[in-house]
């Protein structure tokens, strides 16, 4: 089973600043790497997919870069309602698995 | 715009069985995989189950297999998760997510088992 291990487990930030999410995987997943955001009482929402790929409707400044084993998310500017907690999920080897989340705070 | 709406969750007794169902609309759902994910009070994503779109491929998590079984019905744009054996730790929220090119891009709302005594 691949382990996927995000971090920081917890991200406080102000509006305005940037954000930067880490995502490491046990093994190479390629670009099989999608993020999620989830706020709280809500479904998942799909932000990033193929590592890089920002799905429809998704802001600008959520952004996805890596390959292999390390995976980057990044927001260029906070806003407010960015508060949530955020997933990756590798697609490339059964069993299918997700991080265990990072929460951002936003102050 | 796509939807999946679960539903069949419940407080259910520890070993006793229950069958999720998430119906479709608004896409070909005969075209997709479909899984389930969960999500245990509190705590982070589980995937549990797939099946392919031709419903002849299913896969399962290993804290499942034998005990949830994983179905669908194209003609009637449902999919379920039957499971059996319940146990305290299958509490969780229940979410049906539809695959596209390998991201889930689309959820349903999730539907709640609690399994207790």
């Known amino acids: 089973e691949i382990v996927l291990t995000q971090s920081p487990d917890t991200l406080s930030l102000s509006p305005g600043e940037r954000a930067t999410l880490s995502c490491r995987a046990s093994?190479?997943?390629?670009?099989?790497l999608a993020w999620y955001q989830q706020k709280g009482g809500q479904a998942p929402r799909l932000l990033i997919y193929g590592a890089s790929n920002r799905a429809t409707g998704i802001p600008a400044r959520f952004s996805g870069s890596g390959s292999g084993t390390d995976f980057t998310l990044t927001i260029s500017s906070l806003e407010p309602e960015d508060c949530a907690v955020y997933y990756c999920q590798q697609r490339n080897n059964w069993p299918i698995t997700f991080g265990q989340g990072t929460r951002l705070e936003i102050k | 715009q796509v939807q999946l709406v679960e539903s069949g969750g419940g407080v259910v007794q520890p070993g006793r069985s229950l069958r999720l169902s998430c119906a479709a609309s608004?896409?070909?759902?005969?075209?997709?995989?479909i899984h389930w994910v969960r999500q245990a009070p509190g705590k982070g994503l589980q995937w549990v189950a797939s099946?392919?779109?031709?419903?002849?491929?299913?896969n399962y998590a290993d804290s499942v297999k034998g005990r949830f079984t994983i179905s669908r019905d194209n003609s009637k744009n449902t999919l379920y998760l039957q499971m059996n054996s319940l146990r305290a730790e299958d509490t969780a929220v229940y979410y049906c997510?539809?695959?596209?090119?390998?991201?889930?891009?689309?959820w349903g709302q999730g539907t709640l088992v609690t399994v207790s005594s």
């Open positions: 997510a539809r695959e596209s090119d390998f991201r889930f891009d689309f």
């Open positions: 099946i392919s779109s031709d419903d002849i491929i299913k």
């Open positions: 608004r896409f070909t759902f005969s075209s997709y995989d």
């Open positions: 093994q190479s997943v390629s670009s099989y």
